[in-house]
T-cell receptor, first 116, second 110 residues
Framework: DTEVTQTPKHLVMGMTNKKSLKCEQH?????MYWYKQKAKKPPELMFV???????INESVPSRFSPECPNSSLLNLHLHALQPEDSALYLC???????????????FGPGTRLTVT | AQSVTQLDSQVPVFEEAPVELRCNYS??????LFWYVQYPNQGLQLLLK??????LVKGINGFEAEFNKSQTSFHLRKPSVHISDTAEYFC????????FGAGTRLTVKP
């Protein structure tokens, strides 16, 4: 199984809502990532979890809160978002952290988030 | 610091024609290089990667890339494209973290 799954596929939320994005992989990968992708742009790294510990936070606003409950699951909790946060949110995993070198990342299909 | 430059933002080509998508990288240390493809409303899918060894790397869907250390390039090629190859293509370099290029939009016309 080389699949990374993400739910929901689409999400529309108001600026006062609280919602969560979910990501799951069963490949035994020890690193998981959240990316934000705006239209016609490359993915921008948000967070990296390495062995279930947050290892990289790319200066992401606190209205985004990641969580790694176990080695297979990654959540992104959303609260008080702004319209400019509307984007495709991609989850990825790799066998080992990228810092170790040479490990490709496997991407999920993404969650299309719209903030109204 | 490492970075990637994709030299063409858009590449239009006719079906069954050859195509080359250009990628240059900069890094002060050894790097690992990747090409990903993204179809509309989907995540990224790995096409191929260069870690070490042979400089010609073959990937999925008939794509290949050549690592050229002296020119710091990792261009992606396909001898004959199909309509279904229409997508966004990202070159990426990995050392401490993975850096993506801006992307090249390949449009294959009938």
């Amino acid at each position: 199984d080389t699949e990374v799954t993400q739910t929901p596929k689409h999400l529309v939320m108001g600026m006062t809502n609280k919602k969560s994005l979910k990501c799951e992989q069963h490949m035994g990968h020890r690193a998981m990532y959240w990316y934000k992708q705006k239209a016609k742009k490359p993915p921008e790294l948000m967070f990296v979890y390495s062995y279930e510990k947050l290892s990289i936070n790319e200066s992401v606003p606190s209205r985004f809160s990641p969580e790694c409950p176990n080695s297979s699951l990654l959540n992104l909790h959303l609260h008080a978002l702004q319209p400019e946060d509307s984007a495709l949110y991609l989850c990825a995993s790799s066998q080992e952290p990228t810092l170790a070198g040479g490990y490709e990342q496997y991407f999920g299909p993404g969650t299309r988030l719209t903030v109204t | 610091a490492q970075s990637v430059t994709q030299l063409d933002s858009q590449v239009p080509v006719f079906e069954e024609a050859p195509v080359e998508l250009r990628c240059n990288y900069s890094s002060s240390v050894s790097v690992y290089l990747f090409w990903y493809v993204q179809y509309p409303n989907q995540g990224l899918q790995l096409l191929l990667k260069y870690l070490s060894g042979s400089t010609l790397v073959k990937g999925i869907n008939g794509f290949e890339a050549e690592f050229n250390k002296s020119q710091t390039s990792f261009h992606l090629r396909k001898p004959s494209v199909h309509i279904s190859d229409t997508a966004e293509y990202f070159c990426a370099v990995s050392n401490n973290d993975m850096r993506f290029g801006a992307g090249t939009r390949l449009t294959v016309k009938p």
